[in-house]
């Protein structure tokens, strides 16, 4: 129901009431003043009979009617009343000049009717009737029972004596159809300004709420006006500035502020939903009831439940599932006690690794923050920093010695050809020495003038490329080698667009190293498959060998720099192929079992380009 409605109702049923009340009083004290108008009238009537009646019965001392004798006395007063023409003529007139009386009559001692304003009625027993009072002196409700219940009459009456001692009594019946009659116009008359009175309250009531509301309305639309950023609400001159002015003038300020904190929110909120997409660590956080308010959407892979029904559940409910990870979490919960870094075995087999910390203001828990992390990818984030500070701790040492070997060499190379020069004719012996100190110490330039290469920082040629055309062109470039060693060559094409930012002769080579060193693995020959796909917003390449796979003692080393398993390895492919991917924000990793073969794992961060627009990105056959 609208507040319109309810004030329109509440003023109604106000005035209802304030009209049914003050007709139940005005209707009560006008029946009561009628009643006692009645009973006044009733009385006056039959103090006038009993003076008649007095005056009618003569000295009976003087006539012949024995006094002594009751039954002559009462037969003598009966005759004198009955014959007496004043008093029957006051009778007549008592019922004719008056509404309310309905009859009168002189009843003797035995209430026996002497004279009566109906005449059949003379000589005859009186009935029995309830006093007037009982009337007058009720209540109001049961007032209006006797009134308009079944017809009645109510008697009013006073004694006759003659010589102090009574003979008789005079009655007045008061009837209560003619009370009714009497009454019945001012009640309709009551109840027609009753429903006047109502009509009026609806009329009333309409015209108070649009004035009630009127501002309200106005109120509503500046707040429509401020959320959706209008800026002329203010007030423009001093008389305006009633209630409803200083009101829209504070509503127009608060618009201000809550746009300019919901532009705050929305960018944090951005912000908070980007960082927390790319972490790979699963934050929950947690209010100080325990409920969900914030999820990152690697926590999903943890709980194995989508976002959207995490989101405001409490922790009893979230990790009340029976399983490890709430086995640890829920007592921790409950006790209020914080969880440092620790380790248990999933469902699947990992090692995940749980923090959760309690969040405090001035002594008081505002809330928790639960950190989940696989233990693993931990491990593996850390042997990659740790392959990379190897590697550049041998970047610094391998360019400080390729500078003081380099100038040596230079200097023997010169000197060599001076020597050269000078002896004009040499034995062949001595020549094909020279000719072996030459060779050797060219091929030593050509060694430092590779790790000289390595270790200098590029400059990336960056290009919107498809991967799957860049593994094509691997393919066909590793073709020839594959064949020698007897080695097929599987493309597992992928059906999406691939799209990659990169340095394309780069990342031909990081590819083409792995690609070489699986064909390189399988000396009986086998399958060498190379596969490409999408996963969220990362480009994963894999290419899987057959081969007897990489021992366990050196797996921690297989990306250092001149580390080798092969007679003939330089150790220079795998760790370029690691430089390269970290220069592109990318990663490498293997997973190998003996007999089983070896798995190289690139990722790379997608571009932003859409990746259904694949006419869009640089492809090659």
């Given at each position: 129901?609208?507040?319109?409605?309810?004030?329109?109702?509440?003023?109604?049923?106000?005035?209802?009431?304030?009209?049914?009340?003050?007709?139940?009083?005005?209707?009560?004290?006008?029946?009561?003043?009628?009643?006692?108008?009645?009973?006044?009238?009733?009385?006056?009537?039959?103090?006038?009979?009993?003076y008649s009646a007095a005056k009618?019965?003569?000295?009976?001392?003087?006539?012949?009617?024995?006094?002594?004798?009751?039954?002559?006395?009462?037969?003598?007063?009966?005759?004198?009343?009955?014959?007496?023409?004043?008093?029957?003529?006051?009778?007549?007139?008592?019922?004719?000049?008056?509404?309310?009386?309905?009859?009168?009559?002189?009843?003797?001692?035995?209430?026996?009717?002497?004279?009566?304003?109906?005449?059949?009625?003379?000589?005859?027993?009186?009935?029995?009737?309830?006093?007037?009072?009982?009337?007058?002196?009720?209540?109001?409700?049961?007032?209006?029972?006797?009134?308009?219940?079944?017809?009645?009459?109510?008697?009013?009456?006073?004694?006759?004596?003659?010589?102090?001692?009574?003979?008789?009594?005079?009655?007045?019946?008061?009837?209560?159809?003619?009370?009714?009659?009497?009454?019945?116009?001012?009640?309709?008359?009551?109840?027609?300004?009753?429903?006047?009175?109502?009509?009026?309250?609806?009329?009333?009531?309409?015209?108070?709420?649009?004035?009630?509301?009127?501002?309200?309305?106005?109120?509503?639309?500046?707040?429509?006006?401020?959320?959706?950023?209008?800026?002329?609400?203010?007030?423009?001159?001093?008389?305006?500035?009633?209630?409803?002015?200083?009101?829209?003038?504070?509503?127009?300020?608060?618009?201000?502020?809550?746009?300019?904190?919901?532009?705050?929110?929305?960018?944090?909120?951005?912000?908070?939903?980007?960082?927390?997409?790319?972490?790979?660590?699963?934050?929950?956080?947690?209010?100080?009831?325990?409920?969900?308010?914030?999820?990152?959407?690697?926590?999903?892979?943890?709980?194995?439940?989508?976002?959207?029904?995490?989101?405001?559940?409490?922790?009893?409910?979230?990790?009340?599932?029976?399983?490890?990870?709430?086995?640890?979490?829920?007592?921790?919960?409950?006790?209020?006690?914080?969880?440092?870094?620790?380790?248990?075995?999933?469902?699947?087999?990992?090692?995940?690794?749980?923090?959760?910390?309690?969040?405090?203001?001035?002594?008081?828990?505002?809330?928790?923050?639960?950190?989940?992390?696989?233990?693993?990818?931990?491990?593996?984030?850390?042997?990659?920093?740790?392959?990379?500070?190897?590697?550049?701790?041998?970047?610094?040492?391998?360019?400080?010695?390729?500078?003081?070997?380099?100038?040596?060499?230079?200097?023997?190379?010169?000197?060599?050809?001076?020597?050269?020069?000078?002896?004009?004719?040499?034995?062949?012996d001595t020549q094909r020495h020279?000719?072996?100190?030459?060779?050797?110490?060219?091929?030593?330039?050509?060694?430092?003038?590779?790790?000289?290469?390595?270790?200098?920082?590029?400059?990336?040629?960056?290009?919107?490329?498809d991967m799957r055309g860049l593994?094509?062109?691997?393919?066909?470039?590793?073709?020839?080698?594959?064949?020698?060693?007897?080695?097929?060559?599987?493309?597992?094409?992928?059906?999406?667009?691939?799209?990659?930012?990169?340095?394309?002769?780069?990342?031909?080579?990081?590819?083409?190293?792995?690609?070489?060193?699986?064909?390189?693995?399988?000396?009986?020959?086998?399958?060498?498959?190379?596969?490409?796909?999408?996963?969220?917003?990362?480009?994963?390449?894999?290419?899987?060998?057959?081969?007897?796979?990489?021992?366990?003692?050196?797996?921690?080393?297989?990306?250092?720099?001149?580390?080798?398993?092969?007679?003939?390895?330089?150790?220079?492919?795998?760790?370029?192929?690691?430089?390269?991917?970290?220069?592109?924000?990318?990663?490498?990793?293997?997973?190998?079992?003996?007999?089983?073969?070896?798995?190289?794992?690139?990722?790379?961060?997608?571009?932003?380009?859409?990746?259904?627009?694949?006419?869009?990105?640089?492809?090659?056959?």
């Amino acid at each position: 129901m609208s507040r319109k409605a309810i004030i329109v109702l509440a003023i109604t049923t106000l005035i209802t009431a304030l009209v049914l009340g003050f007709s139940w009083i005005y209707l009560s004290q006008f029946l009561r003043q009628r009643l006692l108008w009645a009973d006044d009238t009733a009385s006056m009537l039959t103090r006038q009979l009993e003076y008649s009646a007095a005056k009618a019965i003569p000295d009976l001392t003087s006539t012949r009617v024995d006094t002594s004798n009751p039954k002559a006395l009462r037969a003598a007063i009966a005759d004198a009343l009955q014959t007496d023409t004043n008093l029957n003529d006051m009778l007549e007139s008592v019922v004719g000049n008056s509404e309310i009386i309905y009859d009168a009559a002189l009843v003797d001692l035995d209430g026996v009717a002497i004279l009566d304003t109906n005449p059949a009625l003379n000589g005859k027993p009186v009935p029995t009737r309830a006093s007037l009072s009982v009337l007058r002196d009720a209540h109001f409700r049961r007032q209006l029972r006797l009134l308009y219940g079944p017809a009645a009459v109510y008697d009013v009456s006073i004694r006759l004596e003659l010589d102090g001692q009574p003979f008789g009594s005079v009655h007045v019946g008061v009837s209560t159809v003619f009370l009714r009659n009497e009454l019945t116009p001012r009640l309709q008359q009551a109840a027609f300004f009753s429903v006047i009175s109502i009509l009026c309250s609806l009329l009333l009531a309409a015209i108070v709420s649009n004035l009630a509301l009127g501002p309200l309305k106005q109120i509503a639309r500046n707040l429509d006006d401020a959320s959706a950023g209008a800026t002329d609400l203010l007030p423009t001159n001093e008389s305006s500035y009633d209630e409803v002015g200083l009101v829209s003038l504070k509503i127009a300020h608060l618009g201000r502020q809550i746009r300019d904190t919901n532009q705050i929110f929305s960018a944090l909120k951005d912000n908070v939903e980007q960082v927390m997409t790319k972490l790979q660590d699963g934050l929950m956080l947690f209010t100080h009831d325990s409920r969900v308010v914030l999820v990152s959407a690697s926590a999903e892979k943890f709980l194995g439940r989508p976002r959207r029904e995490i989101l405001g559940h409490t922790a009893e409910e979230i990790f009340s599932d029976g399983t490890v990870l709430g086995a640890v979490v829920l007592p921790a919960f409950q006790k209020q006690r914080p969880l440092v870094q620790y380790e248990f075995d999933a469902a699947d087999h990992r090692r995940v690794q749980v923090s959760l910390d309690f969040i405090q203001e001035r002594g008081t828990s505002i809330g928790a923050l639960l950190t989940m992390r696989d233990a693993e990818s931990v491990r593996r984030i850390e042997d990659e920093i740790e392959i990379s500070r190897r590697l550049s701790a041998s970047s610094r040492l391998t360019r400080g010695v390729a500078h003081e070997v380099k100038n040596p060499i230079n200097a023997i190379v010169l000197h060599l050809q001076l020597l050269q020069n000078k002896l004009l004719k040499v034995d062949p012996d001595t020549q094909r020495h020279m000719d072996v100190i030459g060779n050797e110490i060219h091929r030593l330039d050509r060694v430092v003038q590779i790790l000289v290469d390595f270790t200098r920082p590029r400059d990336l040629r960056l290009e919107e490329v498809d991967m799957r055309g860049l593994l094509e062109e691997v393919a066909v470039l590793a073709a020839p080698e594959a064949s020698q060693h007897g080695v097929r060559l599987v493309r597992e094409r992928s059906q999406e667009s691939l799209p990659v930012r990169v340095d394309t002769d780069l990342m031909k080579q990081a590819v083409l190293n792995l690609v070489l060193n699986g064909v390189q693995a399988m000396s009986q020959g086998g399958t060498l498959t190379l596969t490409s796909r999408r996963e969220d917003d990362a480009i994963i390449i894999e290419i899987r060998d057959q081969g007897s796979g990489i021992p366990v003692d050196v797996q921690e080393k297989i990306f250092e720099l001149y580390f080798s398993t092969k007679k003939e390895g330089s150790g220079i492919g795998l760790a370029q192929t690691y430089q390269i991917m970290q220069w592109h924000y990318g990663s490498v990793d293997f997973e190998t079992a003996a007999g089983v073969g070896t798995t190289f794992r690139m990722r790379l961060p997608a571009s932003a380009q859409d990746s259904t627009a694949s006419t869009e990105v640089a492809t090659r056959p």
